[in-house]
């Protein structure tokens, strides 16, 4: 399958499960597309997540924890590349975390990442979330953020199984954590209605970034 | 859960789960669902091939379950992880109440979890002092409301939006509004707030990966996922045979699982973890991670010849989604603990005879379940094994035993038929049906007309009518099959096929030692009957005289294709004479297009016909698109009914034990036939024609029953 066969090919599964998938020339556009994103939308108690509900105390105060600003987490970046990102966010007044999600529980706005894989014929992306913060931010965020390198995306899941195994069994060394995402979060237990963010991201965002020219 | 103590007091649960209108408005809107989004999943694929890989690599596993347990616990265990393997569920329980203990846990998360459900852990883990709460919304729906799951994949789907929202207000002591997306909300924070205070996760496993030592978890909500990364303490309850060989295997049944559940092409989240994970608030920064096996009856069940089978399923839940009965009686009367056809084999293994014995009974034996199952096992089969199992266990019915006995013995057998269709003589009203049914029968049986027996069998009409289907230089040589329906109520049926092949170069032979196919005994759990019924008639036609056995019955016709072979095994060989008999029995519409090769220039007929697919030729013997082509090629105009394939609730004795769901399913039918419009609805089993004809009878409809034999020879121009 060719490139762009597979790009669309991806694109089209990714939507089909409500994820939203964008191009980006660079890194640097997808920080910026991560801040315009995240200072457009409310800040995350105010977004249809469950604050505003009617709450049993517990859940409520649970609410409340959150501090006022916009919060983006980034686990796992290179140095570099995560001071250019915060410079962005911090631009605009939002708070960039790398570490310490069990801080934020409560809720974070936008989970950051950089997937390791990506398949088209499933829409979904790949993690290796062997970092605890990393399993956090994509989690207890209202929406994920992720990075596909197009010199990652495959075919089919098949296509992948060696790579898949080697972020497995790290030479049977090192436990790992790894996970295929796709779309968000996600239940239709109530009359098979479906209804996203039950528990992780209200919504995934995938920014496809032609990493080789 | 299932609680009745014997058959009575089922069919008044099953009375009861009927007049649940919300349920049976749900499941109906799913049934008709399901099937759009499942073909649009697998659209582009080669459906049986990807299902024929699962069974495939699941046989792998299951016939090496040992190892791959040995190999499993050394990886995980090389990465920190403590493997257990326990013998019962009881076993199970306490090991996990013992890893609570031990590592001073007050609260428990769970993400979903079929293995839990069949230990009970919750209770057990109650019974500690430990809270236990349900992370996956369905789950902890029912949770809530102390109840069992109604289905695999969605534990809620008996449930309204006003029932949750009313549960939901009870839970937060605060009112909530009846909108889904709002519900769902409060569940987000409402839950979110209990993985912030749990010390203990405990999920289950679709996978555990041999050979690299992971555990594989597939789900929409990202629940596990929390579940396995917030507590400090992580225990997954893992069924034996959920071991797979590779990740490979592992990859090809989630092409399959996701499809088949959901109609998705995969879940939202998969998830893989291998060995002890970081974990902040850990001692060592580790997460204490235990694997707790569960056998339960597994590993034997893995040597059985039968039963091994069973241990392929990856419970998609896709048996109850086809299930014409429990889209009627829903979850908590179609299983225990695991719902649907596997629900009602699992209950006898993993929970009890006593539940399992009425329940086993309920299956139409349609093969619904047997066609869209993620890993081809044959569910209707094994249903039927169950349930000799349990009678040789607790003794046949007299009934049965009488049946078997009479059957076993042709010459008695229909004698007895000719004497019934005297006695009935005082009952027999006009046009054909009795007036007052029999005394058998009581009076749930009366939304259906039933059929006089014939005054003449065909096998007595016969000697006067095969010269017209003798001709000197014949181009096919066929024997025909008539089972005991056709020749002895319906034996126009079989003239009928006189009108067709006359002329055609075909000789039709009819044996006459043949005797009844032997599946109503089979269904009834007699089986040594069923072998020497099926013997009688391998050895009633001499194989090499015949191209083909043409049966006009469908059930007869997938009976013998299908089951004769396995029947008759002998010392695990299936004996030539029954695989050579199988191989050549034929339908007729199959025969009449495939065969013959029908030709619309023989036939005149007129106006609007619709088909009823029999579930024996539909999928008994892969019959589909024949009646169709043999319904143009007679010139009517084809309607095609809404849930063509789905049973009309025949289902031979099956209508006897289960009249109330019997006349639900014939209901259903009958408004889908008289939603077409057409004046004549055509089906290829006596079995259909009986129930069909006999529920329009009694609602004074126009609408006719013919067999594709009977319209063939009154459409075909007479020469």
Known sequence: MQLNEMTDLFRQKAELVSAKVSEVASLKEAYEYTVDLCEKKEACQLLVSGCEENLSPKAEALCETKPTARIIAAPGMRKNNFSEFKKLADERGIMLIESGLRKHLGGIDIGFTIADYAVAETGSVV???????????TMVSEIHVAVVRKSTLRATTNALEAEL?????????????????????????????????????LELHVLLWEDKK | MQDAKDLKEYREHIKSALSNDFQRQALDKFAKAYPVGRANAFKGHDVKALINEVARVKDAGIARLDELYDEFKRKAEALGVKVHLAKTAHEANEIIARIAQENGVKKVLKSKSMTAEETHLNDHLEKYGLEVTETDLGEWIIQLRKEGPTHMVMPAIHLSRHQVADLFSAVTGAAQEVDIDKLVKVA??????????????????????AETGSIGIITNEGNARLVTTLPRVHVALVGLEKLTTTLDDALKIIRVLPKNATGQNITSYVTWITG?????????????????????????????????????????????????????????????????????????????KEKAKALVQNCVNCQACKEICASGIDLPRIIKEVYNDILNEEGHPAESKVLGLVLKNRALFHGLLRTAKLAQKPLKAEQGYLRHLPLIFSKEHNFRALPA????????????????????????????????????????????VVDILEGKGVQLDFPMAQTCCGLPVRMMGEFNAAKDVAELNVNAFDQSKYDYVLTLCASCGGYLKEMYPRVLTEGGKIPVKAQQFADKVISLSEFMAKVLKLD?????????????????LARGMNVKEEPHEAIRASGHEF???????????????????????????????????EATGAEVIVTECPGCTMQIRGGLHNKGSKVQVMHTSELLAKARKKK
């Open chain 1, 127 to 137: 993690l290796d979330s062997s970092s605890e913060d990393l399993r956090l931010a």
């Open chain 1, 165 to 201: 195994k080697a972020l497995m069994v790290k030479d049977g060394k090192a436990p790992s954590y790894l996970a295929f995402v796709t779309g968000a979060s996600r239940t239709a237990d109530i009359e098979r209605v479906l209804a996203l963010g039950v528990h992780g991201p």
């Open chain 2, 453 to 496: 027996i014939a005054d003449k069998p065909f096998r007595d009409r016969w000697n006067e009518i095969k010269h017209r289907v003798s001709p000197a230089n014949p181009r096919y040589k066929v024997a025909l099959f008539s089972g005991c329906v056709q020749d002895f109520v319906y034996p126009e049926q079989l003239e009928a």
């Open chain 2, 188 to 209: 987000r924070r409402e839950l979110r707030a209990k993985y912030v205070e749990a010390d203990m996760g405990i999920s289950g496993a679709n996978f555990a990966v």
């Open chain 2, 639 to 673: 309607v095609p009914m809404e849930e063509e394939h789905v049973c009309c609730g025949f289902g031979g004795t099956y209508s006897m034990k289960f009249p109330q769901v019997s006349k639900e399913l014939l209901d259903k039918k009958i408004a889908n036939i």
């Open chain 2, 276 to 352: 002890a994970n970081e974990c902040a608030t850990c001692p060592d920064q580790k997460k204490v991670m235990h694997v707790v096996f569960l056998d339960n009856g597994r590993s034997s069940m893995a040597k059985h010849e039968s039963y091994k089978e069973v241990l392929r399923c990856v419970r998609c839940g896709a048996c109850a989604n086809v299930c014409p009965v429990y889209r009627l009686v829903g979850g908590h009367e179609y299983g225990d603990v695991y719902i649907g056809a596997i629900g009602l084999i699992l209950t006898y293994f993993f929970h009890s």
């Open chain 2, 600 to 616: 619309p220039a023989e036939y005149q007929g007129q106006g609007k016909v619709t088909f009823h697919s029999p579930c024996h």
